[in-house]
């Protein structure tokens, strides 16, 4: 059973930097796409990036871009996301989600991913 578990979050002031990492269980993430999505309080969650399972294609949120960068590691079974200068606005719980059947073409959108973590809070505040 594929199992995915989110790790990372924390609080952090602005302008500051956080990594998270999302390992798999139960798959290899060798043969999956791997999205990072993020859902603030009474909104929908949304897609933040993704990457192809050999690393070569990445796409960012424009909100993130320039900010964010997302990574894997196929021999630990890992990917990251490496957050700096974090803002208020980047609040959320994060997920990470993994899926074969899809490409890492545009922003990724939660409709195209079937295995999902639990999430990990990640909170920008003074």
């Known amino acids: 059973q594929a199992q995915l578990v989110e790790s990372g979050g924390g609080l952090v002031q602005p302008g500051g930097s956080l990594r998270l990492s999302c390992t798999a269980s139960?798959?290899?993430?060798?043969?999956?796409?791997i999205g990072w999505f993020r859902q603030a309080p009474g909104k929908e969650r949304e897609g933040v990036s993704c990457i192809n399972s050999n690393s070569f294609n990445t796409r960012y949120a424009d909100s993130v871009k320039g900010r964010f960068t997302i990574s894997r590691d196929n021999a630990k079974n890992t990917a990251y996301l490496q957050m700096d200068n974090l803002k208020p606005e980047d609040t959320a719980v994060y997920f990470c989600a993994a899926e074969r059947l899809v490409v890492c073409s545009a922003v990724p959108h939660r409709s195209e991913y079937d295995h999902w973590g639990q999430g990990t809070q990640v909170t920008v505040s003074s």
């Open positions: 139960g798959i290899t993430l060798d043969d999956y796409v």
